[in-house]
C-alpha cells in the first residue's frame, strides 16, 4: 500500500518522488546505467518469454544484466 503524503521534511528528503494517477507518492525506479547493455539482455527477455513484461521475465532481466556487470543509479 502506498503512502498518502511523505511527511514534510523539505525537498532535500524527497530525492525520487513523483506522483501516480491516483494522487499517492511513489519513488522513482532504479535506472541501468548501462543502457546499450539493458537494451540487449531486454530484447533478449522478450525472445525468451512468450509474456513480456512479466514477473518472470523482469527478475530474469535483472539478473541478467547484473551477471553481465550491468549496475543501477
Known sequence: MALR???NKGAAALPKTVRN??????????????KALYSRVKSEAKKKFKVYPSAYAN???????????????
Open 5 to 7: 503524503k511523505p511527511p
Open 21 to 34: 494517477k491516483m494522487g499517492f507518492y511513489k519513488r522513482g525506479g532504479s535506472v541501468p546505467k548501462n
Open 59 to 73: 527478475a530474469w532481466l535483472v539478473r541478467t544484466y547484473k551477471k553481465r556487470g550491468g549496475t543501477y543509479g
